[in-house]
C-alpha cells in the first residue's frame, strides 16, 4: 500500500506540471528541461550518495537508454508543445498516455484488451479529434506542438509499460537518468536554440518543476508501478488531466469552451472505462 501511495504522490506533482511550465514562459523548451532536470539530477544524486548508493547507477545500457529516452524524450516533446501550442489543448493530447498504456499493455505484457478496454480508447481517440476539429482555429505553428503532445503520450506510454519488464532495476537509477537528461537537453539547448537569461519567476518555476513534477514524481512513480497496485494508479491517472487543466484554466492559462469540456469528459472518461474493465 505504500508504494501505491507513493504512485498516488506522482500523480498529485504531475497535475502541477502545466501550470508550472507556463510560469516558465519564454525560456526556450530545452533550456527548461536542462533547468529543470540539473535541479532533479543534483538532488536525486546527493540523496542517493547519502544513502550509500551510487551502486545503484550501474546498469545495462538498455536500462539507460529506456530510462534516459524515456525522461529526456518526455520532457522535451512537453516543453515543446506547450511552446509552440495553446497550453490547455496541448495539455490534454499529452493525456492520452493513460489510454495509450492500456493499449500497448497487450502487445507489450501480453495482457487481454477486451471490448470495454477498447471502447475506453476509442472515447479517449474520440476527445482529441473533437478537440482539435471542434470549430477553434489555431495558428500553424500550433499543428507542431499538438504534435509534440502526442509524442509525449507514446513516450510516455511506452516508458511505463517497459518499466514493468525492468522491475528488477532499483529506483535510485532514476537519479542518473534524470542528471544525464540534463546534460543532453543542455548540449541540445546549445546546439539549437538561444539562451535567455531567466528572471525570478522562471528561476522559481525551473526549481518547482524539477523538485517536483520533474524530480520527485519519477521516483514515487518508478516505486508505485514496480510495488504497487498499477491497476489502481491506472484508475486514478485519469482524475490527472481534469484536475491539470482545470489549474490552468484558472491561472488563466486557458478558457472552458464546450469542446474542451466535452474532450476532458471523453478523454477523462474513457480513460476510467479502460482502466476499471476485469
Known amino acids: 500500500m505504500n508504494a501505491t501511495l507513493c504512485g498516488i504522490g506522482a500523480l498529485l506533482l504531475w497535475a502541477t506540471l502545466a501550470l508550472l511550465s507556463k510560469l516558465a514562459t519564454g525560456l526556450p523548451p530545452l533550456q527548461v528541461t536542462a533547468m529543470s532536470f540539473s535541479v ?39 516543453f515543446t508543445a506547450l511552446a509552440y501550442a495553446p497550453a490547455v489543448e496541448a495539455n490534454l493530447l499529452n493525456y492520452l498516455w493513460p489510454l495509450l498504456i492500456v493499449l500497448f499493455s497487450a502487445p507489450i505484457l501480453g495482457l487481454r484488451l477486451g471490448p470495454r478496454r477498447l471502447a475506453g480508447v476509442a472515447l479517449g481517440f474520440a476527445g482529441c479529434a473533437l478537440l482539435l476539429g471542434g470549430g477553434a482555429r489555431f495558428p500553424a505553428e500550433a499543428y507542431f506542438g499538438f504534435l509534440c503532445a502526442v509524442g509525449c503520450a507514446l513516450v510516455w506510454s511506452l516508458y511505463s509499460v517497459i518499466a514493468k519488464r525492468l522491475s528488477a ?61 498499477p491497476r489502481l494508479l491506472g484508475t486514478l491517472a485519469y482524475a490527472v488531466p481534469v484536475a491539470s487543466t ?33
Not at 490552468?248 to 471523453?266: E, F, M, T
Open 40 to 78: 532533479a539530477g543534483t538532488l536525486g544524486l546527493a540523496i542517493v550518495a547519502a544513502r550509500g548508493r551510487l551502486g545503484a547507477l550501474r546498469q545495462p545500457p538498455l536500462v539507460w537508454a529506456h530510462g534516459v529516452g524515456g525522461l529526456f524524450g518526455y520532457h522535451a516533446l512537453y
Open 169 to 229: 532495476v532499483p529506483t535510485e537509477a532514476v537519479a542518473g537518468f534524470c542528471a544525464v537528461s540534463a546534460i543532453l537537453a543542455l548540449a541540445a539547448h546549445l546546439a539549437f536554440e538561444p539562451s535567455v537569461l531567466p528572471d525570478a519567476r522562471q528561476w522559481l518555476a525551473a526549481v518547482l518543476l524539477g523538485l517536483g513534477p520533474v524530480g520527485a514524481a519519477f521516483f514515487l512513480w518508478d516505486l508505485g508501478m514496480k510495488r504497487g497496485d
Open 246 to 278: 482545470l489549474l490552468l484554466i484558472a491561472a488563466g492559462a486557458g478558457s472552458l469552451s464546450w469542446n474542451v469540456a466535452a474532450a476532458l469528459a471523453l478523454v477523462a472518461g474513457g480513460g476510467w472505462l479502460a482502466a476499471t474493465a476485469r
